[in-house]
Nanobody, 119 residues
Framework: QVQLVESGGGLVQAGGSLRLSCAAS????????MGWYRQAPGKQREMVAL???????NYADSVKGRFTIFRDNAKNTVYLQMNSLKPEDTADYFC?????????????WGKGTLVTVSS
C-alpha cells in the first residue's frame, strides 16, 4: 500500500503561481511513476503531468510550458510547479502513483487539493 498526501493548493490570481507537493509513504519501492491529475466541476479527471522512475515526463498539452513536475527522491515527494495560471486551471488536483506487478496496474490516489484561479 502507498499513501499520498497533497498540499499547496489555494486561491491565486490569473498569471500567478502555485506549487503543489505530494508526499508518498508506505510501499514506495513498488511505485513505477507518480504524477498529478485534475478534475474541474462537471468534467472528467484528466492527467496533468507524470514522471516515471526512469525520469520520463509527460504533460497535458494544456499545461506544457507553464507547469513543471519534479521530484525529490530523498523526501519521497513529487512537486508540481504551476506558473502563468489561468482560470481554466481551476480544479481539484490529485496526486497519483501507480505500480505494475503480477496482478496488473494498481493506482493510488491522494485526497486532492483545490486550486482556484481568479480572473
Amino acid at each position: 500500500q502507498v499513501q499520498l498526501v497533497e498540499s499547496g493548493g489555494g486561491l491565486v490570481q490569473a498569471g500567478g503561481s502555485l506549487r503543489l507537493s505530494c508526499a508518498a509513504s508506505g510501499s514506495i519501492n513498488s511505485i513505477n511513476a507518480m504524477g498529478w491529475y485534475r478534475q474541474a466541476p462537471g468534467k472528467q479527471r484528466e492527467m496533468v503531468a507524470l514522471i516515471t522512475n526512469g525520469g520520463n515526463i509527460n504533460y497535458a498539452d494544456s499545461v506544457k510550458g507553464r507547469f513543471t513536475i519534479f521530484r525529490d527522491n530523498a523526501k519521497n515527494t513529487v512537486y508540481l510547479q504551476m506558473n502563468s495560471l489561468k482560470p481554466e486551471d481551476t480544479a481539484d488536483y490529485f496526486c497519483n502513483a501507480y505500480e505494475v506487478g503480477w496482478s496488473g496496474k494498481i493506482d493510488y490516489w491522494g485526497k486532492g487539493t483545490l486550486v482556484t484561479v481568479s480572473s
